[in-house]
């Protein structure tokens, strides 16, 4: 009867009382594709939120200008740009790597909503398309989401932080070491 052996865990750590959390961030992370992968992602998607905050300008020249109101939004937004990075990329881990059933709300529930609520959809390119797109749906959208941006800021950071602990939790559980019983 052979038994085999279930596990990824880097030979470095010890899986005896570390947090699931930290212990699934170093398995994945542990590879520099995966680094680079989180990293172009955040950084892509906060170019691209700086872009439609109004934060960012490539003509005439490229100026990036912070006023003193808009700093909660730029900070509330990098963050969700990390942690975004980090989820996509741990998704990408558990795809590639396991054969963990994930669902996928998981990866786009919160990716996503963090998506559309960081960008201020009113102040943007975005709220005239879907103003004339959607009418009066439009409009209301565009009004709601320029009235609750922080809000649903903060929404997207919890999501995302829930999908960082349910990709985590998937991840460590299915590396669960089985050795052949040394009792025999």
Known sequence: ??????????????????????????????????????????????????????????????VFYLPSDAIVGFILANII???????????????????IK?????????SSLSVLSSICVSCSSLGFFLISVLGTVGVTVSAFVSNYQTPLRLLSIALLIWAYYSVSNKLTKSCVNSYPNSSK
């Open 102 to 110: 994930i669902r996928n709300t998981s990866l786009l529930s919160a």
């Open 1 to 62: 009867m052979s038994e085999r052996k279930k596990t990824t865990l880097p030979p470095s750590s010890s899986s005896k009382g570390q947090n699931p959390l930290i212990l699934s961030f170093q398995i994945v992370f542990s590879k520099l594709v995966y680094i680079v992968f989180a990293a172009s992602i955040a950084i892509a998607f906060s170019i691209i939120s700086s872009i439609f905050d109004q934060l960012l300008f490539f003509y005439p020249i490229l």
């Open 81 to 99: 740009a990390v942690l975004l990075g980090i989820v996509v990329s741990m998704n990408v881990y558990v795809f590639r790597h396991s054969k």
